[in-house]
């Protein structure tokens, strides 16, 4: 099993639409969830970071964690085309020290968002 | 753009060739990690260099090596290259030890080993 499962998708959305977009991890040690944005042929942008549990907000986007499920999401309001991109889940694990500094992606989900 | 820095942007060379791949940091960063993306693998760790020390070790050949200098700008050498080692090479920096959250990717080196 890896470690971080995303579903690639491709996943295709009306313009206003909401996303979802969740990955799964099985290694209980993750502390620290990212989202991270890549567009084609770009390095990965930082969009949302949270740590352990709860949901943090910012503009038209919301982060979710689930560390009881092993389960994290981020959704995106109002969809635009200039969300159109490749999603990176990414996991780390606490401070203390080794190689838990190093961040776990998942897949990526491709999504298109059509004018 | 998120102040990291590659070069080259693009790299074509033939198997079994040794190439060298640079990075600099954000600005005030001590912290870069290289990671490794394919298709059918994603992104994967490579290596981390904190101020110039090796701290943590990925999914990194023996055939790879890396270092970081002491002005912190970071090379990844690459050698004996194989047709699978044709990837996207992406280097992030973190202004500390732990990064974690707050790493910055550059716009990375697409290797293609023909």
């Known amino acids: 099993q890896k470690e971080v499962e995303q579903d690639p998708g491709p996943l295709s959305v009306p313009e206003g639409a909401i996303v979802s977009l969740n990955c799964t991890y099985s290694?209980?040690?993750?502390?620290?969830f990212m989202w991270y944005r890549q567009y084609s042929r770009k390095g990965p942008e930082l969009l949302m970071y949270?740590?352990?549990?709860g949901n943090k907000e910012d503009g038209r986007f919301t982060a979710q964690v689930d560390k009881s499920s092993k389960y994290i999401s981020l959704f995106i309001r109002d969809s635009q085309p200039s969300d159109s991109a490749t999603y990176l889940c990414?996991?780390?694990?606490?401070?203390?020290?080794?190689?838990?500094?190093?961040?776990?992606f998942g897949k990526g989900t491709l999504l298109t968002v059509n004018p | 753009d998120s102040g990291v820095t590659q070069t080259p942007k693009h790299l074509i060379t033939a198997t079994g060739q040794r190439v060298t791949l640079r990075c600099s940091p954000r600005?005030?960063?001590?912290?870069v990690y290289w990671y490794q993306q394919s298709l059918d693998q994603g992104l994967q760790f490579l290596i981390q260099?904190?101020?110039?020390?090796?701290?943590a070790k990925g999914n990194i050949l023996e055939r790879f090596s890396a270092q970081q200098f002491p002005d912190l700008h970071s090379e990844l050498n690459l050698s004996s290259l194989e047709l699978g080692d044709s990837a996207l090479y992406f280097c992030?920096?973190?202004?500390?030890?732990?990064?974690?959250?707050?790493?910055?990717f550059g716009p990375g080196t697409r290797l293609t080993v023909l």
């Open positions: 949270t740590y352990s549990s």
């Open positions: 260099y904190y101020n110039g020390e090796e701290r």
């Open positions: 990414a996991m780390s694990g606490g401070d203390s020290g080794g190689s838990n500094y190093k961040l776990t």
């Open positions: 992030a920096s973190s202004v500390d030890l732990t990064g974690g959250r707050t790493q910055y």
């Open positions: 290694n209980s040690a993750f502390q620290y």
């Open positions: 600005s005030g960063d001590l912290s």
